[in-house]
């Protein structure tokens, strides 16, 4: 048995997996039941003024069958008064000491609010708490939430309000509606941050009935943009943690948040620099108890691995992740075709001969038999017949032996004076 | 419609260009890339003195990735 236990910037918890600020940890019944069933730590749905909310918030895209491929939602922070929630934190607290409460906190930006809040949350004993810069809608209007979380300089400053009154840790959630995640999350990490969390949803419309041409979700035949999350939103948060594990200048935890959906995508997340994880959209299609899965897996995967505790995934794989221009351009690997397993369903043909490179071919055997091959030398490696190919196993995509490898940037070096600075006389 | 040009055959054709250069004794010189695809100046060079001169045009990614290897070898090797 692994070691699952991590120290996220100072906070102990007894596994990665917290549930994130969101509806499931509104409220104290409901945390302490998360506990009950071995998540290892709650942010608590976002503290502020109380808000008022709309009905009909939330929105599934489905698809080809998959429920739940992405999850858009309109609901706001918590709508309860602070005493109420400041009680069941202590409360959850006393009954849980070993799994952290973090606070995530939304206040307008201004100094002595930040303080005000900060003091009186913490006063319940709080492990750490969650700046939210980045709930996209509604408290967006009113100057709060993503609307200062795409201004570095907000982002900064709050930091630095909350820090000059906390005790506890203090992480910072990011927006991803932004072009570059690194310039806030350096923004935070200038205002004191001791951790930075994301991705929080990215600004979406779920769909338009065909039948009403309403929106969907609508409240009174009217909608509005919501916050985009679940498993379609991985790859964005997945890349937008990894460029901040990789900037030397962002040298604080990050944790990881953005589709998590199984113990596989924590892994993920976890070696491309994630130190600890939140979840939300997977406990709200399946119920807390997914989160057995989560550490069943990911104690098995160690265990495969022969590694003695989680902490020793961290970051593994961000060596391995860096610009385009630092790819060498001399790597080549082509598709083959196994035709033992290939059912001769054309779909690789097809894919490549209307939208590829036309380098696979439907031939015929002698005894009249039709196979599908690919042209090797015409292959580029773009992997898409193995994209589209419905069956495991019938399309592999080999590595052929190369030059010296060289990248675009030594290229484009090396192309500028060709004849390495010696002077040539006609 | 007929499939392009096959990639590789363009590619070989291309390669065949330099090697033949190169095995004469010419060295690429200078390099311009432009929407028309990449001009390359072979020089044929003894004891620093250009003895003739050459520019080709080609086409293919491939070549230009093969051509710039050829110069990156040559800068490592002096």
Redesign the interface.
């Known amino acids: 048995m692994a070691d699952l236990s991590i120290n996220f910037a100072g906070i102990k918890s007894p596994n990665p997996f917290w549930l994130a600020s969101a509806p499931p940890t509104n409220s104290g019944y409901q945390v302490q039941r998360a506990f009950e069933a071995g998540w290892g730590g709650a942010v608590w749905k976002t503290l502020g003024e109380p808000i008022l909310n709309i009905s009909s918030r939330f929105a599934g895209t489905h698809f080809n069958g998959q429920r739940v491929a992405g999850f858009n939602n309109t609901e706001l922070i918590t709508d309860r008064p602070l005493e109420v929630n400041l009680k069941e934190i202590y409360e959850t607290k006393k009954r849980f000491p070993n799994n952290p409460i973090i606070a995530s906190l939304m206040v307008e930006p201004e100094q002595e609010k930040w303080h005000e809040i900060v003091k009186r949350v913490e006063a319940v004993g709080v492990d750490g708490f969650e700046l939210n810069f980045g709930c996209p809608h509604g408290m967006a209007e009113r100057g709060m939430g993503a609307a200062s979380g795409q201004v570095p300089e907000l982002v900064e400053k709050q930091t630095m309000w909350a820090k000059e009154a906390a005790e506890s840790p203090v992480i910072v959630k990011l927006t991803p509606n932004i072009t570059d995640i690194t310039a806030t999350a350096y923004a935070a990490v200038q205002g004191g941050a001791d951790a930075i969390s994301m991705i929080n949803t990215i600004n979406s419309l779920a769909g338009v009935d065909l039948d009403t041409w309403n929106t969907i979700p609508h409240v009174a035949g009217k909608g509005a943009h919501g916050g985009y999350c679940g498993p379609a939103v991985k790859p964005i948060a997945l890349n937008m943690v990894a460029e901040c594990a990789r900037n030397s200048t962002i040298n604080v935890p990050i944790s990881g948040i953005g589709g998590i959906s199984d113990w596989r995508d924590a892994v993920e997340f976890m070696l491309m620099g994630a130190g600890g994880l939140q979840v939300c959209t997977a406990a709200m299609h399946h119920g807390f108890s997914i989160v057995e899965d989560m550490v069943e897996g990911l104690n098995n995967y160690l265990d495969d691995k022969g590694l003695a505790s989680v902490g020793d995934l961290v970051g593994k794989s961000v060596p391995k992740y860096s610009d385009w221009g630092d790819l060498d351009l001399n790597y080549k690997s082509v598709a083959r075709i196994n035709t033992d397993t290939c059912i001769n369903c054309n779909k690789c043909h097809i894919a490549c001969e209307d939208t590829a490179h036309q380098c696979i071919d439907m031939l015929k055997a002698k005894d009249g038999t039709k196979y599908l091959q690919v042209n090797e030398d015409d292959c580029v490696g773009c992997n898409l017949c193995s994209i589209v190919c419905p069956v495991d196993g019938a399309i592999d995509m080999i590595e052929i032996p190369s030059d010296e490898p060289m990248t675009w940037k030594e290229r484009e070096a090396a192309i500028k004076e060709p004849s390495c600075g010696i002077s040539l006389v006609k | 419609m007929e ?2 040009m ?3 055959k363009e590619f070989l054709l291309e390669k065949e260009k330099i090697d033949n250069l190169y095995n004469k004794g010419y ?5 311009n ?1 432009t929407l028309s695809g990449a001009f390359v100046e072979f ?1 044929r ?1 003894i004891e ?3 003895l003739e001169k050459e520019e080709l045009q080609f086409l293919n990614p491939d070549t230009r ?1 093969y051509f ?2 050829l ?5 490592k090797a ?1």
């Not at chain 2, 110069?71 to 800068?75: C, L, V, Y």
């Open positions: 499939r392009p096959s990639h590789h060295r690429i010189t200078a390099v890339e020089s060079v620093k003195k250009i990735i710039s290897t110069i990156r070898a040559e800068q002096e």
